[in-house]
């Protein structure tokens, strides 16, 4: 097994489905009474937050106590974090108390890989900048693996700001390492020839999201944040909706059996329309749950033996 | 004191021997000469460097001008350009004239002054350029480094009213707008590691804008670190045509890559970052051809915490005085002649030091060193002279072992040991 | 524990008959044991135990026409030893149908050896449920025990050295049924 998780990239084939097959079973245990379970006992698993972000420090928190792990949340407000310490002697810190696995979440791309130079525990990115967020790609093939049988050959199209989203990063990495068919989606602005060059061989990349949904089995939508309109990405919010957005009379044009995904948090009316949101082909809300049983199989893979 | 360097090659022809007295190189032997064994080594002018940073004053925790100076020494280096993006900036006489008497005080190489364009390295008011030009420090380089001089009406003035004093700009090219976040070279690697790229394009344009004002006014223009194959042809076209421009190149510039970011260490982090394979073989090829007329090592010392930390974090720059010959010895092997001219001798007509880049004959100013190119050196970041220790090539095995270094005729490095 | 090398010398101590006749035999002792297997429950442990429950199942209810419910029960999140070992994957916990709570379980595995699977089973099903009593059926039985833990149906006692081990094929999981004693450290 892996030490690290750092990047989708640490993961082949056979290890990527030994993590979703272990969520399974982790799935299956979470509807039992107890559902505690005590294989870390004993291991101390720390969540170092340097941003918000309440729906994925509660997911692995819920992750790491289910399997008995001492939890401990350290996050940026209001700790020595926020007086100006640095990510060295925060880890140092850490190392000294004895962390087995440091869940970090950074604005700063690669803090995870500098992370693990620091401290003799694993390292579990949950998301990086604009780099990566590799336990949000391995919920999303789980979600599409659980929904539609399968992932080899499958057709997913990731549509939106691929420039900036871990997310998109994470998932292409994943998913074409599984053998899905990948095609990116978005105004050529946040899809600019360098993530087409360095995605080719794997991706395909389109600009026009009607001529896309037809052939698509699942269609990811992506956070799009406004920020990027300040930014000249694309002209305004409205123009965005309508070039790239996901409304009720594009979401008919996908086949009967596709499936409709967004790793949250949602602008409802910008990238995904809030019919669409709550159709039965989304899986937003069973994106969440699967988080939990996808981040109890990466900890306990990563920290479960020797 | 005098010196007698047995059997030494200049610039490797024949083995000679070299003899140095009262701080020029002499045509006979002092009888109270110190004999020096040059057996294998080779004799080249005494280094200049365009593009220091040595920090003083201001962060004297990464460098002060006497430890860079010993840093240079030891590169083989006699002459160096301190750049002006010091706190307080050396944008007055006054400042230029401090770093240019503490390095006379530390009396390991000549420290030039580089003067700040525009005051307060802020690209808005022109600085009192004349002032550092007729000051004790005798600036002739100014350079606003580490920020563009982005405004073309003020780089226009800048190039014209340095004509007075045979001064020139060095300009750091880069159309900030498109650098806005940038940490690395954008392109497939960048894109992988989802840090925000820094185009070439950035470079290019600025380039191409001040070799057009260069020519528009007549006047001469330096460019500072060249890093693209784009850039190299910009100044292809513009020498081609006539314009008076200069260019440098750094050593860094002309071995690593970009794909160095895959690791997320801060040492690569560098500005302009480090480029593609292609690139790097444009520019070596640019320096063969003499389109880029000098190696600079944009020596940019850091203080441990300012590249012990994550990527975005860190500051761009890496130490270079130590390095840059063995890299391009590593690069370009014993093409002498080539080597005297892009470190030595070009980089001093560019700087208007009249004592360095000379050639090794009797009368000259004794401004040389001694290298063995035979032996090889496993780069240890805590053996540098430099007070800092962000070099990228630590464990690197490279060639070439500086083993004295001669100021106006003094030792200040013998035995591969700097003299004090 | 020192495992014998895989070109160790072997020794077949049931061939595939004998092994069916064991397995017959601990079906009838389960019938007359538990007054004819009402309220009764198997679980096979992953990853052997799980068909030779399935198997126990099939013999009772060809002996008598009873249908004994089958389950699964994987420990290996409650192992002792988890940190000893690389990560082991994970085998499949399903419970029958109707559960386990109030009913007589009877915990099947191949081999007996430490104890150490045993307890960890035992700490499993308090988690899955509340089963009336606990019960456990092994096909080999091979000593050497560290916890205090003894079977109900043995189907061999196999009298056996540390250095040596036990292996269980079956052809659900390993493509032909027989138990063969690995031979010492050589």
Known sequence: MIKHLRSAADLDAPTATLILDTAAEMAALSGREVKKLPALRGRTVVNLFYEDSTRTRISFEAAAKRLSADVINFSAKGSSVSKGESLKDTALTLQAMGADAVVIRHSASGAPHRLANWVDGSVVNAGDGTHEHPTQALLDAYTMRSRLGRLDGLKVAIVGDVLHSR????????????????????????????????????????YDLDAVLPDSDVVMMLRVQTERMQDSYFPSAREYSRRYGLDVARMKKLPEHAI??????????????????????????????????????????????? | MAYLIKGVSILGAAPADLFLKDGVISDKADKDAEIIDGTGLVALPGLV?????????????????ETGSRA??????????????????????????????????????????????????????????????????????????????????????????????????????????????????????????????????????????DVLL??????????????TAGSVEVLRQAKARGVRVTAEVTPHH??????????????????????????????????????????????????????????????????????????????FGPQWELIADRMSRAPARIAGLAGHGGDLTAGSPANL?????????????????????????????????IVATFLRGEATVLDGKAVK | MAQPRADAPSKIILAESDLHRVVDRIAHQILEKTSGATGTVLLGIPTRGVPLAHRLAARIHAFEGVEVPVGSLDITLYRDDLRLKATRALGRTELPPGGIDGLRVILVDDVLFSGRSVRAALDALNDVGRPSSVQLAVLVDRGHRQLPIRADYVGKNIPTALSESVKVTLTETDGADEVKLLGGLS
């Not at chain 2, 260069?214 to 890093?227: K, Q």
């Not at chain 2, 007070?387 to 095995?397: D, K, L, V």
Request: glycine share 8%; with cysteine; net charge negative.
């Open chain 2, 214 to 227: 260069a020519e528009h006014v007549g006047s001469r223009l330096h460019v500072c670190h060249v890093s």
């Open chain 1, 260 to 306: 409709v995904m967004h790793p949250g948090p949602m602008n409802r009316g910008m990238e995904i329309a809030p019919e669409v949101a709550d159709s039965p082909r989304s899986t937003i809300v069973e994106q969440v749950a699967n988080g939990v049983s996808v981040r109890m199989a990466v900890l306990y893979l990563l920290l479960g033996g020797k």
């Open chain 1, 167 to 206: 997310v998109a990063r994470s998932n292409v990495l994943l998913l074409t390492t599984l053998g899905a068919q990948v095609t990116l989606v978005g105004p050529p602005t946040l899809i600019p020839l360098d993530v087409a060059a360095a995605l080719a061989e794997k991706t395909q990349v389109s």
């Open chain 2, 369 to 401: 060193t001694l290298v063995d190119p035979s032996a090889r050196r496993v780069v240890d970041p805590s053996e540098l002279a430099s007070r800092s220790r962000n070099t990228p090539y630590a464990g690197m095995t490279l060639p070439g072992r």
């Open chain 2, 254 to 331: 002309l071995l690593l890559t970009d794909e160095l970011a895959a690791g997320y260490d801060p040492v690569y982090k560098v500005n302009p970052p480090l480029r593609t394979r292609r690139d790097v073989d444009a520019l070596r090829q640019a320096l063969l051809d003499g389109v880029i007329d000098v190696v600079a090592t944009d020596h940019a010392p850091h203080a441990v915490q300012d590249k012990e930390c994550e990527w975005s974090h860190a500051r761009p720059g890496m130490l270079g005085l130590e390095t840059a010959l063995p890299i391009v010895l590593s690069i």
């Open chain 2, 72 to 209: 240079a020494a030891l590169g083989g280096y006699t002459a160096v350009c301190a750049m002006a993006n010091t706190s307080p900036v050396a944008d007055t006489a006054g400042v230029v004239e401090q770093v240019w008497r503490l390095g006379r005080e530390a009396g390991l190489v000549d420290v030039q002054p580089i003067g700040a364009v525009t005051v307060g390295l802020a690209g808005k008011q022109m600085a009192e350029l004349g002032a550092m030009a007729t000051s004790a420090a005798n600036v002739r380089i100014f350079s606003d480094d580490g920020f563009c001089v982005a405004d073309p009406k003020l780089m226009r003035r800048a190039l014209e009213y340095v004509k007075a004093f045979d001064g020139v700009i060095a300009q750091h090219a880069e159309e900030h707008r498109l650098t806005e976040g940038a940490q690395m070279h954008e392109g497939e690697v960048s894109t992988r590691l989802g840090l925000t790229g820094w185009p070439a394009v950035a470079e290019e344009a600025i380039i191409a804008r």
């Open chain 2, 49 to 65: 460097d365009v593009h220091t940073h040595l920090r003083e004053p201001g962060r004297e925790d990464a460098e002060t001008v």
